[in-house]
């Protein structure tokens, strides 16, 4: 199966976002969520309403993934009223509800009708040609063999019609082979930043497809395993961790139509300041 395409229309000129050129391609950075109450002051001004988040962060970034979309798929209107919040070069990655993707394998293979749930919700963005990706995060439980493999062309065909990029967490998936199968499928790969345990995956510059993709979840090992998602995430990047990651970046773009960058490190607005320093180095490059 062929990586599908839609959603990458040249973005137009638009004072207000745009993503950087590097190479042949364009690459948006950007954060995972941005409805974060402890956002207003760091980020967002006093007294904004939560209607108000969304259009203030395009004014600033060129694309936002939207992690809440794992636990409950929002309505075709919800998406529609991103779209028309959004400049025009906007993109959204969402993520996958977590039942196709967190479910014991036996179990989630009869999870289609949240698939066509899913896919009829995000109307509004493919419409608008706003989609970037729809990103499939499985846990760290999820170990590579013959059943997980054909689960992942099972939620590739459940999604046949929209641009899936995969993330894993144990690092058994980062092999020549996992990327062979994603190629087969059609589906991309996520590169991923994170503690730097032996069993995670370890940082790369893999591209299957037409999309580029890395998630930076911050690095603090301390509460990884025993945190909870606020806990976990709370990490500040220093200029020097970033700076490989730049060079990565850089490869993808040569070989990525697009490629996108999104921090999740998102406690108290510290994505944003990642953010804003990895596209200023990216700016330097």
């Known amino acids: 199966m062929s990586q599908q395409t839609f959603g990458f229309v040249d973005p137009p000129d638009d004072p207000r976002v745009e993503p950087l050129r590097l190479g042949e391609g364009n690459v948006f950075v950007g954060t995972c969520g941005w409805s974060y109450r402890d956002w207003i002051g760091p980020f967002y001004p006093n007294g904004i309403k939560a209607a108000d988040m969304l259009p203030y962060y395009a004014e600033r970034f060129p694309a936002v993934e939207i992690d809440s979309t794992y636990y409950r798929i929002p309505s075709a209107a919800t998406f529609a009223g991103m779209a028309e919040r959004t400049p025009g070069a906007f993109r959204f990655s969402v993520k996958v509800p977590g039942s196709l993707t967190h479910l014991p394998v036996e179990e989630g293979l009869g999870v289609h009708d949240d698939a066509r749930v899913f896919r009829e919700a995000l109307e509004p963005l493919v419409r608008s040609g706003k989609l970037a990706a729809v990103l499939a995060q499985f846990p760290y439980s999820f170990h590579p063999n013959a059943d997980t493999e054909d689960y992942l062309g099972a939620v590739r065909a459940a999604l046949e019609d929209l641009p899936l990029v995969c993330e894993f967490r144990s690092r058994e998936w980062q092999r020549p082979s996992t990327l062979h199968l994603l190629e087969e499928i059609g589906a991309g790969w996520c590169n991923v930043d994170e503690p730097h345990f ?65 921090f999740n490190n998102h406690r108290f607005g510290k994505a944003v300041k990642s953010a804003d320093l990895f596209a200023s180095l990216l700016r330097v490059d």
């Open 198 to 262: 032996k069993e995670l995956l370890h940082p790369s510059a893999d591209v299957v497809g037409a999309v580029g993709y890395v998630r930076f979840h911050g690095r603090n090992a301390k509460q990884w395993w025993t945190g909870d998602n606020a806990e976990r995430y709370d990490y500040a990047y220093a200029p020097e961790e970033l700076a490989p990651w730049a060079e990565r970046v850089g490869e993808m773009a040569a070989s990525a139509r697009q490629t996108f960058a999104f």
